[in-house]
């Protein structure tokens, strides 16, 4: 348990988090990232903690986002921004300049 502020709940929580994304294939270092920024997400939305970004609790909770910002196909699929880092990653030419269906084009999908 990586915060001592955490009850019973939130540990168990960060548990199963950790658990899923390992499942998924993160390393454990990741893992233990995704799944501690989303408990303290949870915690700071609830008005757990004592200080808490704008961004934290203005936006959606993390179970409720689920995959709409994630790389896998869905409705809308991956992010323009992530199609652009996906780009640069494979030193695809003009990417600066592509709408996201360009980008999609370009990458072949």
């Known amino acids: 348990m990586p915060q001592q502020a955490w009850n019973k709940k939130r540990e168990r929580q960060y548990q199963h988090i950790k658990q899923s994304a390992k499942d998924r294939g993160e390393s454990k270092d990741r893992a233990e990232e995704i799944a501690a920024r989303t408990v ?3 915690r700071a939305q609830s ?4 200080q808490a970004s704008r961004s934290s609790t203005n936006d959606m909770s993390p179970q409720r986002r689920g ?3 994630s790389g896998r196909k869905g409705p809308k699929g991956p992010t323009k921004d992530q199609l652009y880092n996906e ?3 494979r030193g695809v030419k003009g990417r600066s300049t592509m709408t996201k269906k360009e980008l999609e084009k370009a990458l072949g999908r």
């Open 67 to 69: 995959g709409k910002r």
């Open 87 to 89: 780009a640069k990653k």
């Open 47 to 50: 008005g757990e903690s004592k």
């Open 40 to 42: 303290n997400k949870n």
